[in-house]
T-cell receptor, first 115, second 112 residues
């Protein structure tokens, strides 16, 4: 069974530029998550989708970050305009559902460096 | 509010020895799940082991076991017979109905 796919793996941009990340979850997983992991810290949830609806985006900086999951499968996360403090690893994860027993499986992440 | 605490920023263990990574948690939800993930330098978060709040037995998965002490709100990870490939960051996480919350991680270094 294929795991969570993410692209690109690495991205370097200058501040004020825009960037987009793509995620394809495990087949059949209804729930998709985007996390931001700053160096030396644990991942922090940015947004959570159930099918194509947003469940939780309370920690998403909505003035510059946006995410969508139009057909309930793939998802894109966009930053526009980027700031220096956005330098981090962006992890996508998926799970079968929202239950507390459901394991989240993570993709390889996208390492973003903002100069 | 949910909180996960990992008090060991770094740990060293000799190859073939056992090591315990500490994790304490705090939640008011009666139903929750506890997870451990491994993150090698490549960056991917690898799921290791799960313990449910109502599970009576401690979870085990191969060389990994979870020492679950509900009254103390602790969920320590025990790795037996450490291998060089176990060198990585290890994150404890707790999931309630709302979300998955991670600790700050412990960096494990396995030495010869």
């Amino acid at each position: 069974e294929a795991g969570v796919a993410q692209s690109p793996r690495y991205k370097i941009i200058e501040k004020r530029q825009s960037v987009a990340f793509w995620c394809n979850p495990i087949s059949g997983h209804a729930t998709l998550y985007w996390y931001q992991q700053i160096l030396g810290q644990g991942p922090k949830l940015l947004i959570q989708f159930q099918n194509n609806g947003v469940v939780d985006d309370s920690q998403l900086p909505k003035d510059r970050f946006s995410a969508e999951r139009l057909k309930g499968v793939d998802s894109t996360l966009k930053i526009q305009p980027a700031k220096l403090e956005d330098s981090a690893v962006y992890l996508c994860a998926s799970s079968s559902g929202l239950n507390h027993k459901e394991t989240q499986y993570f993709g390889p992440g996208t390492r973003l460096l903002v100069l | 509010a949910q909180k996960i605490t990992q008090t060991q920023p770094g740990m060293f263990v000799q190859e073939k020895e056992a090591v315990t990574l500490d994790c304490t948690y705090d939640t008011s939800d009666p139903s929750y799940g506890l997870f451990w993930y491994k993150q090698p330098s490549s960056g991917e978060m690898i799921f290791l082991i799960y313990q449910g709040s109502y599970d009576q037995q401690n979870a085990t998965e191969g060389r990994y076991s979870l020492n679950f002490q509900k009254a103390r709100k602790s969920a320590n990870l025990v790795i037996s017979a450490s291998q060089l490939g176990d060198s990585a960051m290890y994150f404890c996480a707790m999931r309630t109905a709302s979300k998955l919350t991670f600790g700050t991680g412990t960096r494990l270094q396995v030495t010869l």
